[in-house]
């Protein structure tokens, strides 16, 4: 198979004949979606005999390679991203104008796939990309969900979760294969049977589902590689009884076909219940299984050695979501393929890597051990037998210290028998690695000490990074040319290039243009955000960004005080309006369905807004947005247009985050606690060309340690007292006092994350903010330094310590 010629000409026959041939339709007859189909058909043409070529070459060099295992892949439009890769951008304009066609017109008909909650996946689709970018052999394994993360909608200004059906439309960048289903088994018992005189186990499952692949190509940028995303779709294995059918009873003929396919449903189903918790492992054993049986079935070599599974595969998991694939691979070797225990064992441990994303106790996953026992019997068994002989270990290193045993057990006994799931992957992991320099030492000094105390060197670091393509040259068009302009061609690839933007930092010229780029960038966000939402942008204000999933420790009740704080003071007239730095305050979050605090804080949001922006004491000088939906589509729109960048986490909470990165590599100054990334971006870009404010992590462990009394701060400070009070009083709910009391008493009487310890600082900062955003030539310096100096937050340079540090997976030509 070859690729259509690279011609406007080639590009418009190849068009015309996927409109004709597969959309059935003539050009006069056809759709905008007809028309979009057939272009998105007509780019993956020219991929096509590019990833076959791959695919083929991967199978016969039988070169080491990663398979990614990840619950999310947060991916954005993929016309754009691919168009890019191939470099068919201009060609595709052209050719679709000779037809009198639009290519931004059939670009935004695309529908984003939804497949990630946030930072996770969106780290992910960084990572596939550049793992192609690099050229380094690799499987992105994930779930095909028919119901992304939820549309998010605004009634009252509350938040309401509508379905996520990005598969309406049709879906041209996939291809479902099911003649390669994987069976994947559940439920059931356990035996033992006699082998020759070896007692060896296995599982009889009460119950299967088909596992279908669904694969998406991902082409490296501009180097002829493309590499597989593969996504599991699941599908009853008898989904229809027609007896049943025509004995009427309807509902009971597809009752295994709807229960089955449950599982790739949606993405995060709400675990509140325990249907709900157990929907979830399903769908995290059904990913892993089919992924494990399919590399070792279809990507390996027949009759490949799996004693040497490890020359061959690394299986980086993802966060814990992934990490029953540890016992799935175990029982895959010992039951399936006879191999001896500790020789599985030992390859095991060669071949899983774990990334931790998180330094919230809470947020390390557990699995109950009666539902473990229930749904996956002979997993249970496996992973006891791990933790017996992990547990031997210990006491043989350290003694009969019951202490350091319990604490180190993957099983844990309190609250409720259950699995440690960040413990089983840090034991069966090669290594395990945090993802941001702070975060990692946190790791290994707080959340698993013991672990580092008896895995010397197991613990490492990889900062995460962003994919250029995507967040700076597809985002921002204009600053791409620009930075193009200063330092040339390539930097696409190689980003410690935009080092050479600070040569132009003192050309006013430059300066000058950089400056018009911003703006131009904030008049395109304010159209799309007036088409979408009805918001208008003013011109001359400072645009000041909180977007990230909403969560009590990223603080965007910090924030909130901000707004209110500011308002409160032209209100009581200790701001003259005419001295408040003109401000849009833009927030982007989404709330987990089943976290009540976090829709409150939506709900004070909108609240704010509604009342803040429609006061004309304000002169329309203080602006709070909050559009609703956020995802990566919008992301490209806001992160080129902002000049803050608020990423204000309580220090020690955050474990990098990545909209920090985007932010600072198109020219936004960070406001931020010394917390994840941040450390790496201040030290980066300078003191000066950054807003610190608030506790180290020392100091938040030392208040903890003295015992916060958030009701203290409370009473010390004037400006903090006055703007709880105003959220108290009604001022933003009609008058009635009920509707936010719960967000003021957690404020004041528990407040886990110290917004109110950090207020003065932070108001503080923002001070500094004001005066600084008042010198526009100095701020415009100030965020071409962040952009220069930010090259080191590429995800290829994460990619290239991952290949170093954990993986040894060199590109292959």
Not at 138 to 155: A, C, D, K, L, V
Not at 308 to 327: E, K, S
Not at 355 to 360: E, G, I, M, Q, S
Not at 766 to 774: G, K, L, P
Request: net charge negative.
């Amino acid at each position: 198979m070859t690729s259509p010629p690279l011609t406007v000409d080639g590009f418009v026959s190849e068009f015309l004949l996927n409109l004709n041939f597969d959309g059935g339709v003539s050009l006069s007859e056809s759709s905008t979606n007809d028309r979009y189909l057939a272009l998105a058909c007509t780019v993956r043409d020219y991929l096509m005999a590019r990833w076959l070529e791959d695919l083929r070459k991967q199978k016969e060099d039988q070169a080491k390679g990663v398979c990614y295992l990840s619950a999310e892949y947060l991916l954005g439009r993929q016309l754009d991203n691919n168009l890019l890769a191939t470099g068919l951008s201009e060609i595709a304009a052209e050719a679709l104008e000779s037809c009198g066609l639009s290519l931004d017109q059939l670009r935004e008909h695309e529908i984003e796939p939804g497949l990630g909650n946030g930072g996770l996946g969106r780290l992910a689709a960084c990572f596939i990309d550049s793992l192609a970018t690099l050229g380094v052999p690799s499987i992105g394994y994930g779930i095909r969900y028919e119901y992304g993360i939820f549309r998010q909608t605004f009634e009252d200004g509350q938040q309401v979760e509508q379905p996520d059906a990005w598969l309406t439309l049709g879906s041209p960048w996939e291809f479902p294969h099911p003649e390669r289903s994987q069976l994947v088994s559940f439920g059931g018992r356990t035996e033992t049977y006699d082998d020759d005189g070896v007692t060896r186990s296995r599982w009889i499952p009460a119950w299967n589902v088909n596992a279908i692949p669904c694969n998406y190509m991902v082409p490296g940028f501009q180097n002829g590689r493309v590499n597989t995303l593969r996504l599991w779709r699941a599908k009853a294995t008898d989904a229809f009884d027609l007896r049943i059918f025509n004995s009427g009873d309807y509902e009971e003929a597809v009752r295994a076909q709807t229960f089955a396919e449950n599982i790739s449903k949606v993405l995060y189903p709400e675990d509140s219940t325990p249907q709900g918790k157990e929907l979830r492992l399903q769908q995290q054993y059904f990913f892993v299984a089919a992924s494990i049986a399919d590399f070792l079935e279809n990507v390996l070599a027949d009759g490949y050695d799996l004693t040497r599974l490890g020359d061959r595969v690394i299986f980086q998991l993802n966060d814990t979501h992934p990490v029953i694939a540890v016992p799935e691979l175990m029982r895959v070797l010992v039951d399936d393929r006879g191999m001896e225990w500790d020789t599985a064992w030992e390859v095991t441990q060669q071949c899983f890597a774990y990334t931790c994303h998180t330094l919230l106790p809470e947020a390390l996953e557990v699995w109950p051990v009666e539902l473990l026992g229930r749904l996956l019997p002979r997993h249970l068994e496996i992973i006891y037998r791990i933790n017996d002989e992990f547990l031997a270990a210990v006491r043989e290193r350290f003694g009969d210290d019951e202490l350091r045993i319990r604490n180190m057990s993957i099983i844990a006994e309190h609250p409720e028998r259950s699995v440690r799931m960040a413990y089983l992957a840090t034991v069966a992991g090669s290594k395990v690695n945090g993802v941001a320099e702070l975060h990692s030492q946190l790791l290994r000094d707080k959340v698993l000490p013991d672990f580092d105390e008896f895995y010397p060197g197991k613990f490492t670091n990889v900062t995460n990074g962003v994919t250029p393509r995507r967040f700076l040259r597809l985002a921002n068009p204009e600053l791409s040319a620009l930075i193009t302009e200063a330092v040339g061609s390539g930097w696409e690839s190689d980003l410690d290039r935009l080092r050479g933007l600070e040569e132009h930092v003192d050309d006013a010229g430059f300066r000058s243009a950089f400056a018009e780029v911003k703006a131009a960038n904030k008049r395109r966000l304010n159209e799309v955000l007036r088409a979408r939402d009805g918001f208008e942008v003013a011109d001359g204000h400072l645009v000041d960004v909180m977007v990230k999933r909403l969560h009590e420790y990223k603080r965007q009740l910090l924030k909130v005080l901000h707004v209110v704080s500011s308002y409160e003071g032209v209100l009581s007239g200790r701001i003259a309006v005419e001295d408040l730095q003109p401000r849009t305050v833009l927030f982007g979050a989404k709330a987990a369905p089943g976290y009540a605090m976090a829709k409150r804080i939506i709900h004070l949001i909108n609240a704010i807004g509604s009342t803040v922006n429609d006061d004309p004491r304000l002169q329309g000088r203080l602006k709070v947005l909050f559009p609703p939906n956020y995802n990566v589509t919008l992301a490209e729109r806001v992160i080129p247009a902002a000049d803050l960048s608020e990423q204000i986490s309580l220090a020690g909470k955050e474990a990098s985050g990545t909209g920090n990165m985007k932010f600072a590599l198109n020219g936004a100054l960070t406001i931020g606690t010394d917390d994840g990334a941040n450390v790496e971006i201040r030290e980066l870009v300078g003191d000066d060309n950054f807003f610190l404010f608030g506790m180290a992590e020392p100091e938040v462990e030392a208040l903890s340690a003295r015992g916060y009394r958030p009701s203290e701060f409370y009473q010390a400070d004037e400006d903090l007292r006055r703007a709880i009070d105003l959220i108290a009083s009604g001022a933003f709910s009609g008058g009635d006092r009920t509707v936010f009391e719960p967000v003021v008493s957690n404020l004041l009487y528990e407040d886990r994350f110290m917004v109110l310890a950090d207020f003065a600082s932070y108001m503080a900062a923002q001070e500094r903010v004001d005066a600084a955003y008042a010198d526009e030539d100095a701020w415009t310096r100030s965020a071409i330094l962040n952009v220069a100096r930010t090259g080191f937050f590429s995800s290829d340079r994460s990619i290239t310590d991952y290949i170093d540090r954990i993986w040894h997976t060199p590109p292959t030509s």
